[in-house]
């Protein structure tokens, strides 16, 4: 093998790293990284096209696809049946066992937005993976032991890998950096994979990040190649695929249909969304320009209209709909908690009335809440496949209709954005890619579309409620108040530096964690 792994051989790491593992991310990286890098590619000339006046549709060569009456997704795989609430988090090994006990039907192990991608964390969370899988995990504190619950307690683990845009520097095929996305699929499906179907399973995923229905096909021909190669039966793999990018919210269709052999449904994720449309439509003035985060809530007429075309989409071919993120954490304020349970009710019941099959949630304090909002539409049903929503019909103008979003700019908001983005930075640079800020569980996604709507709102020279101008100055003098608000400034500083460097660039950075990784080994 021309495969060479340059980050350090910590203790069990060759559980990890076997020369099974290597084997196949030299094989997938070989048949698969050029045209991965090819089609990012794509996405910056369709980005290059909008710019030059191009508008997002549905697509006239994909039409027969969506015209087909007869195609259907593959049936639900075991421990997929009944997903009425998942909860997301990183795979450290707390988390792990937390996440697993919860009572949530399924966990979704996230490898992405939710991790720092260190050397540490992308082979230890694969540990942590392996050793839930086979009942071997454990973890103390001083004040505390944690373990897993009886097997017929414990959610389905659904593994998130990191999008097609991120590598992994710490292996390299013939010198070449390797895509993360495969590294993360590989190391647990070599490790895991036979394991989940020995225990009545199998290897389930989540796809984060795609544009287009030719990212879906390419995931689909990796999955082929993986199951040939390790000898796990055709069809084994399931994969659920947030829509989380504008461009996909028109080809949801087609992206169903390219995995339909290997599809477990779709997942509305909403920040991601959000920041997906200012990057999108970033050069195109005002007419994507979105208020305060806060404000842009999911029954504005874009984001409705997203939600209802996912659900029908879903349903239409046997595919799972699967809802957003209640990101509220509990807390010692009763008040608070009030409030905020409050909303998280209604959220779910939104959801669970248009079709939902199920939700996400981000603590454990919260999955009684959203199961008793479905468990009451439900019943004792496991999904709502049968509610086909035919009564939708979503147009392109209607998904396109940022400008109706109602809302303003204020200076709380951008102060908003500001802080929680460098609070977050400063974590994930530390290791940390889950942090609890003000009562709310944040990942990557939250950083992403505060740094772009503070791009969008410098371009766009907007006035805030204040009646001051989003300028660099202001930017960067409200990034120094809100550290203050923090205490000592020095832990902030490699924060704040990255935070503008993607804020305030006259150049627009696809992804934050791009620089953002190459500031750690």
């Known amino acids: 093998m021309s495969i060479d ?89 707390k988390m792990t066992i937390n996440a697993l006990n919860s009572g949530a039907k399924v966990w979704l192990a996230d490898q992405e937005d939710a991790n720092t991608p260190t050397w540490e964390n992308v082979v230890g969370g694969q540990l942590n993976l392996l050793d839930a899988i086979t009942r071997q995990i454990d973890f103390s504190t001083d004040a505390k032991s944690y373990a897993l619950k009886p097997d017929d307690e414990l959610a389905t683990i659904v593994v998130r890998p990191r999008g097609w845009h991120l590598p992994e520097k710490h292996i390299l095929v013939d010198g ?19 394991l989940q179907l020995d225990r009545g399973q199998g290897p389930y995923f989540y796809l984060p990040k795609m544009e287009s229905h030719l990212e879906a096909r390419l995931w689909n021909d990796v999955f082929v190649t993986a199951q040939e190669a390790l000898g796990i039966p055709r069809g084994t793999i399931r994969a659920t695929v947030l829509i989380e990018t504008y461009p996909a ?28 449309v200012i990057k999108t439509h970033r050069t195109r003035g005002t007419d994507f320009q979105l208020p305060d985060r806060n404000s842009v809530t ?58 939902f099959d199920g939700s996400w949630v981000a603590h454990p304090g919260m999955v009684e809440t959203c199961r008793k909002v479905f468990d009451g539409v439900l019943g004792s049903e496991p999904n709502q496949l049968g509610k086909l ?107 704040r530096t990255l935070f503008l460097e993607v804020a305030l660039s006259d150049t627009y950075t696809d992804f934050l964690t791009l620089p953002a990784y190459e500031r750690f080994e």
């Open 5 to 93: 792994v340059t980050g350090p051989m910590n203790e069990r790491y060759g559980e990890i790293l076997t020369e099974r593992a290597l084997g196949l991310i030299e094989t997938l990286h070989r048949a698969y990284d050029a045209r991965r890098l090819e089609l990012l590619e794509r996405r910056r000339q369709r980005v290059a096209e909008i710019a030059a006046g191009a508008s997002l549709g549905f697509l006239a060569e994909t039409k027969d696809v969506r015209d087909d009456p007869e195609w259907r997704v593959a049936p639900a795989a075991p421990g997929l049946v009944d997903r009425r609430v998942e909860i997301t988090g990183p795979t450290d090994r």
């Open 176 to 194: 070449q950096r390797t895509s993360g996305s495969l590294v993360d699929f590989a190391l647990y499906f070599a490790a895991c994979a036979q």
């Open 249 to 276: 919210a028109f080809e949801m269709e087609e992206i169903l249909y390219e995995l339909r052999e290997h599809s477990a449904g779709l997942n509305a994720g909403r920040w991601d969304y959000m920041f997906s």
């Open 298 to 355: 999911m029954t504005v007429p874009f984001m409705r209209a997203y939600t209802e075309l996912l659900v029908r989409t879903c349903h239409k071919r046997g595919a799972h709909a699967i809802g957003g993120m209640a990101a509220f954490i509990p807390s010692k304020d009763p008040a608070v908690n009030e409030q905020a349970f409050a909303k998280v009710e209604a959220d779910k019941t939104r959801e669970a009335g248009d079709g």
């Open 389 to 495: 929503r035919e009564d939708v019909s979503v147009t392109a103008e209607q998904l396109l209709d940022v400008a109706s979003t109602p809302g303003e700019v204020t200076e709380a908001g951008l102060r908003s954005n500001v802080s929680v983005a460098i609070q977050y930075l400063a974590a994930w640079l530390n290791g940390t890619g889950a942090v609890g800020i003000f009562n709310l569980m944040e990942d990557a996604a939250t950083a992403e579309i505060s740094r772009s709507q503070i791009w969008q709102w410098r371009q766009n020279q907007v006035v805030l409620d204040t009646g001051a101008t989003v300028t660099t100055d202001l930017v960067e003098q409200i990034a120094t108040e809100e550290i203050a608000k923090l205490g000592d400034p020095a832990p902030y500083a490699p924060a």
